[in-house]
């Protein structure tokens, strides 16, 4: 258990967003990796095996919580956000992100960034980005259509930027006026 | 202007980089203590309160029969009070016998219900429908409303 409980962790509290709940699901998933213990002893799959079970009760967990509001949270058309998606990209991007600070720092701002984006954002942003998973891969598991599951991930990359462009511009005025 | 999808493709792999580039987060302490915890307390519950899966076979064997059972049941009585209770007496579902007496209760209460039906008049039906209607559209409101006023302030508050 030590040996992966981080990773269980990590991948339900990016995918939940809220660390009450990742620990409510990691506690779930190694109580069923103690009941398939038989088959996972010696497994070179293991890891997979946990990661896999780790992101199905993520998404079970959010949808037993939220699938009564989705009515309302929902009630935008999708023309309205075809509109939306059609608006051109301003901004630059450029080479490289938050250079100037270290590690730690950098770790944090990205991890603090991630959990400030809503879940049909960050959802899909996590399942491409840490899970290795396709467009048509999470439109299966989130159970939407895949131009929908595009669109979110793009917005989340967009969100997910300006957030960190402005917490690195707000660190560096703050570094050069301290007071 | 630089093309959409060469932005989106630069700031796919600039995130894609500061994305695998996190380490993992540490699990709380108490993790391995609350799952320890949790599999002492399972395993301490009687057979019958644990999943249908962990049941003896005996049980589940007996259970499985019983639902089979009641589902017939439950089918015939069905079925003989939408024909009525003589022809019940007609396939000689003679051991079906002490059904009798709720199915006779459950003949009178349609004939009632049928007798009522008959009873009011159509625009009563009418308005009850519109009412009813109009009840339903407010408790959709309603849940808009508690929506916006309570369940997503509280989503925000918690990210």
Redesign the interface.
């Known amino acids: 258990m030590r040996a992966y409980q981080d990773m269980v962790f990590s991948t339900a509290a990016r995918l939940a967003g809220n660390d009450a709940q990742a620990e409510d699901i990691s506690q779930e998933v190694f109580i069923r990796a103690y009941e398939h213990f038989s088959d996972l002893r010696g497994s070179g799959t293991a890891g997979g095996w946990l990661k896999t079970v780790t992101t199905n009760l993520a998404l079970n967990y959010l949808n037993r919580y939220r699938k009564r509001w989705r009515l309302f949270s929902e009630m935008r058309s999708a023309a309205a956000l075809d509109d939306e998606d059609c608006a051109e990209i301003e901004w630059q991007v450029p080479d490289t992100l938050l250079a100037d600070l270290g590690a730690e720092q950098r770790c944090a701002l990205v991890e603090s960034a991630l959990l400030c984006l809503p879940d049909h954002q960050r959802l899909p942003l996590v399942m491409y980005h840490f899970e290795d998973l396709s467009y048509q891969e999470i439109a299966i598991k989130l159970n939407v259509s895949l131009p929908k599951v595009k669109t979110d991930i793009r917005r989340a990359r967009a969100a997910l930027f300006a957030k960190l462009e402005s917490s690195s511009a707000a660190r560096d005025a703050l570094d050069e006026n301290p007071t | 202007?630089?093309k959409?999808t060469e932005?989106?493709e630069?700031?796919?792999r600039?995130?894609?980089q500061?994305?695998?580039?996190?380490?993992?987060?540490?699990?709380?302490s108490?993790?391995?203590s609350?799952?320890f915890g949790?599999?002492a307390r399972?395993a301490a519950l009687p057979w019958w309160r644990r999943s249908f899966a962990k049941w003896p076979m005996g049980p589940r064997v007996v259970f499985v029969l019983l639902c089979v059972a009641l589902m017939g049941a439950t089918f015939l009585g069905g079925v003989s009070a939408v024909v009525g209770v003589r022809s019940l007496d007609e396939v000689g579902a003679l051991l079906l016998s002490w059904l009798q007496p709720a199915l006779v209760v459950m003949a009178s209460a349609g004939g009632l219900a049928a007798l009522l039906v008959r009873l009011i008049p159509p625009l009563w039906i009418y308005a009850g429908l519109a009412v009813g209607a109009m009840l339903y559209v407010m408790l959709f409101g309603l849940?808009?409303a508690a929506?916006?006023m309570l369940?997503?302030p509280a989503l925000a508050g918690?990210?």
């Open positions: 202007m630089i959409r932005i989106d630069k700031l796919e600039l995130l894609q500061e994305l695998r580039a996190l380490p993992l987060r540490r699990a709380p108490s993790l391995e609350r799952v949790e599999l399972r849940g808009a929506y916006r369940y997503r918690n990210k």
